[in-house]
């Protein structure tokens, strides 16, 4: 998944499950991420680098493709 676009929209949505119960200013001061943005990546207006997401998949023990969903596109003719 290497520099490919991503659906932010259903990674952001993944984020938050995988946050729970977590606050988002507890993971974000234990991630070293600001608040804000964190909160632009779970609210899917933003990507994280290829190094946060690594980062954040690390912290919640999965792959970054189990968090980030690469945008699928079709090719009708």
Known sequence: MRN???NMTESGK???ELRGIRTRSGVSKVLN???????SYEDGER?????TKQILADYYGVS??????????????
């Open 33 to 39: 991420i600001p608040y804000s943005t964190l909160q």
């Open 64 to 77: 970054k493709g189990d968090i980030f969903v690469p945008i699928v596109t079709t090719n009708i003719v």
């Open 4 to 6: 490919s676009k991503v």
């Open 14 to 16: 993944r984020l938050r």
């Open 47 to 51: 990507e994280p680098s290829e190094e």
